[in-house]
């Protein structure tokens, strides 16, 4: 069977619209330049500028392989549907010829897969040379035969060849009941997010720089886009992402699909609402004490007199002193500790608190502290790996073992896991337990073929 190939999906303008002749299926066409808001299923009366079209359309799926008309000095008077009485009556249809055999066109058997949401329609010629409008439903594959590159489709559908049709019938076909398009009204503004604002706090030092709080700033792929000071949320037309630029690569994302009108990332670092920040004049070191305790050790020098009288050997002596001597031990023992300037900034969703404390205390003695060097994440999470060649996941804690470690979606690492190493693609964090250890990270790749290479 032919390896499936997905049908790119190219970038949509945002001020370009597509729309199709309420009275002819097969005119369809584009508008840009469009400075209203407008909302696929809704239908318009289309006058003025250029004169390239007037009448009733319906707004459809973005198709940027039909032609593009200026649409400055357009006016599109909403219509409640192709019959509405301001629409002009449309003239009666030909009847498509019936052919009593297969046609001379090359004729094929296609797969088809909507990936959208919502119903969707799809048009094709068949092996009869007739026209079929065929309704599919939400995450569901048909199978139809089709003259070759005849299916049209609208954004969101994957077609793929599957080979030669099964043996056509040479009983004439019955004239197809065409039913028409069905004219989805959605409310206005209906793609349009009720938060204004949401606030992001990763925990991550690798992207601890997207934090803040993003304002909404426009609208991309049908959804409203949100910008910060350093990054964009957006929607790519199946998930929500973070990223640097305006539909560029996700720092973090969503889950795969999504559908939500309003962002979707983890809740664990991602609410709406502003980022509030406040300043505490609260003083550390009101609170800081600690002992030092420094090991002198004291050498005790005695000397003892052994009296005659215990003895049986009679001696003379002269002047006889005992003396018994302590030395102080710490004396010359000097030492010092310092505070140099120590800044203290927490950013919640409710407070922040800043705190600069200078201080230089004379201390006798030498101390040296050591701060635990770790990866904080909320608790609970897990990083997600997948191993290059055989696709099995794995989960890890995070531990010491990724300091000092880059972590990027979608790279491959060079690592061992469970005592085995292989090279495995960086997924993002998980809320899954743990089901493995790692031991040693060597090094890191943009993708596996490479790093599967230095193995």
Do not use: K
Not at 234 to 254: E, F, K, M, N, R
Request: charged content about 10%; some cysteine.
């Amino acid at each position: 069977m032919p390896t499936p190939t997905p049908t790119p999906t190219p970038s949509i303008p945002i001020d370009t619209y597509s729309f199709r002749d309420c009275c002819n299926s097969y005119n369809v066409f584009n508008f840009n330049n469009v400075t209203a808001s407008l909302s696929v299923g809704q239908t318009f009366y289309i006058s003025g500028g250029a004169g390239d079209f007037e009448g009733c359309a319906e707004l459809i799926s973005y198709d940027y392989s039909v032609p593009i008309y200026d649409g400055t000095g357009i006016v599109f008077l909403e219509q409640s549907s192709c019959t509405d009485s301001f629409c002009d009556p449309c003239p009666t249809p030909e009847v498509p010829m019936l052919f009593a055999t297969p046609t001379a066109c090359t004729c094929y058997e296609y797969s088809v897969f909507n990936n959208n949401s919502i119903d969707i329609y799809i048009e094709y010629i068949d092996c009869y040379a007739q026209f079929r409008e065929n309704l599919i439903a939400p995450n569901t594959t048909i199978a139809v035969c089709a003259c070759d590159d005849s299916i049209i489709a609208p954004e969101g559908v994957y077609i793929t060849l599957i080979g030669d049709c099964p043996a056509l019938s040479n009983t004439p076909q019955p004239t197809p009941t065409i039913t028409p398009t069905p004219s989805v009204t959605p409310s206005a503004g209906w793609f349009q997010c009720s938060s204004s604002e949401y606030c992001v706090l990763t925990y991550f030092t690798e992207t601890e720089l997207y934090d803040g709080t993003y304002y909404s700033a426009g609208f991309l792929n049908n959804r409203t886009y949100y910008s910060g000071d350093t990054g964009f949320i957006y929607y790519t037309g199946t998930y929500w992402c973070l990223s640097a630029t305006l539909g560029g690569d996700c720092v973090l994302h969503g889950p795969i699909p999504s559908y939500e009108i309003c962002p979707d990332l983890c809740v664990d670092f991602f609410s709406s609402g502003t980022c509030v920040t406040t300043t505490s004049t609260t003083n550390p070191c009101n609170i800081f004490d600690f002992e030092a305790y420094f090991d002198c050790d004291v050498s005790t020098t005695t000397t003892t007199t052994i009296p005659c009288s215990a003895t049986s050997i009679n001696a003379t002596f002269s002047a006889y002193t005992t003396t018994t001597t302590t030395a102080n031990p710490c004396i010359g023992v000097g030492g010092s500790i310092s505070f140099s300037s120590y800044t203290t900034t927490t950013t919640t969703n409710a407070t922040t608190t800043t705190t600069t404390i200078n201080r230089g205390l004379p201390v006798s003695g030498d101390v040296t502290y050591t701060l635990v060097e770790t990866v904080f994440v909320c608790p609970g999470q897990t990083y997600e790996f997948q191993e290059c060649n055989t696709n099995n996941m794995y989960y890890l804690e995070p531990s010491n073992t990724f300091v000092n470690v880059d972590l990027f979606t979608n790279y491959a690492y060079n690592m061992t896991i469970n005592g085995t190493q292989s090279c495995y693609i960086f997924n993002g964090v998980s809320t899954i337990s743990s089901n493995a250890t790692v031991s040693v990270i060597d090094s890191w790749y943009g993708e596996c073929s490479t790093c599967l290479e230095s193995l």
